[in-house]
T-cell receptor, first 111, second 116 residues
Framework: QKEVEQNSGPLSVPEGAIASLNCTYSDRVSQSFFWYRQYSGKSPELIMSIYSNGDKEDGRFTAQLNKASQYVSLLIRDSQPSDSATYLCAVTPYNFNKFYFGSGTKLNVKP | GAGVSQSPSNKVTEKGKDVELRCDPISGHTALYWYRQSLGQGLEFLIYFQGNSAPDKSGLPSDRFSAERTGGSVSTLTIQRTQQEDSAVYLC??????????????FGSGTRLTVV
């Protein structure tokens, strides 16, 4: 069983809509959770981190964490074509020695 | 430096040859990681260095892979007797210990390795 599962997509949304990206993880001791964005041919870049249950907002991005259900999600409001990328979910155990990455969800925002 | 620097950016090598990939982390970052990403796949953990502690090598796929970090800074990933399945983008990342929650890792631009 993979540590981190993501739907590979592609997820297509129209410009201005809300994009919802989901991630589930298998290790209950996972403590911290991260969303990275990766444009084609580029390296991943950090969007947000979250470690407490509930919502965390940063601009157009909201991360949601539910440890009881072992899922974390990312909402992108007012989606823009420039948001088109692959979004990687990463989790880390309590000792932070490495991140486990999902295989990513490809998002297409159509103008 | 200002960011994580990796070299070379591209490497084409013949099957059976050895290759060395270099990573220069952000100055002051004590944690350094190597990952690899095959086409269309997620990131696969390879090895992790933290300060003077013994590295976590649990992700290295075979004994053909090795890595070292000299002086707590620059790291070299060596792949011996390369195979075609080693073809991937090798990503290095660094982090300041204790800042993972806020800043995660910072990735370099990667080395694209092609074994022919």
């Amino acid at each position: 069983q993979k540590e981190v599962e993501q739907n590979s997509g592609p997820l297509s949304v129209p410009e201005g809509a809300i994009a919802s990206l989901n991630c589930t993880y298998s290790d209950r001791v996972s403590q911290s959770f991260f969303w990275y964005r990766q444009y084609s041919g580029k390296s991943p870049e950090l969007i947000m981190s979250i470690y407490s249950n509930g919502d965390k907002e940063d601009g157009r991005f909201t991360a949601q964490l539910n440890k009881a259900s072992q899922y974390v999600s990312l909402l992108i409001r007012d989606s823009q074509p420039s948001d088109s990328a692959t979004y990687l979910c990463a989790v880390t155990p309590y000792n932070f020695n490495k991140f486990y990455f999902g295989s990513g969800t490809k998002l297409n925002v159509k103008p | 430096g200002a960011g994580v620097s990796q070299s070379p950016s591209n490497k084409v090598t013949e099957k059976g040859k050895d290759v060395e990939l270099r990573c220069d982390p952000i100055s002051g970052h004590t944690a350094l990681y190597w990952y690899r990403q095959s086409l269309g796949q997620g990131l696969e953990f390879l090895i992790y260095f933290q300060g003077n502690s013994a590295p976590d090598k649990s992700g290295l796929p075979s004994d053909r892979f090795s890595a070292e970090r000299t002086g707590g800074s620059v790291s070299t990933l060596t792949i011996q007797r390369t195979q075609q399945e080693d073809s991937a983008v090798y990503l290095c990342a660094s982090s300041l210990a204790g800042s993972w929650l806020d800043y995660g890792y910072t990735f370099g631009s990667g080395t694209r390795l092609t074994v022919v």
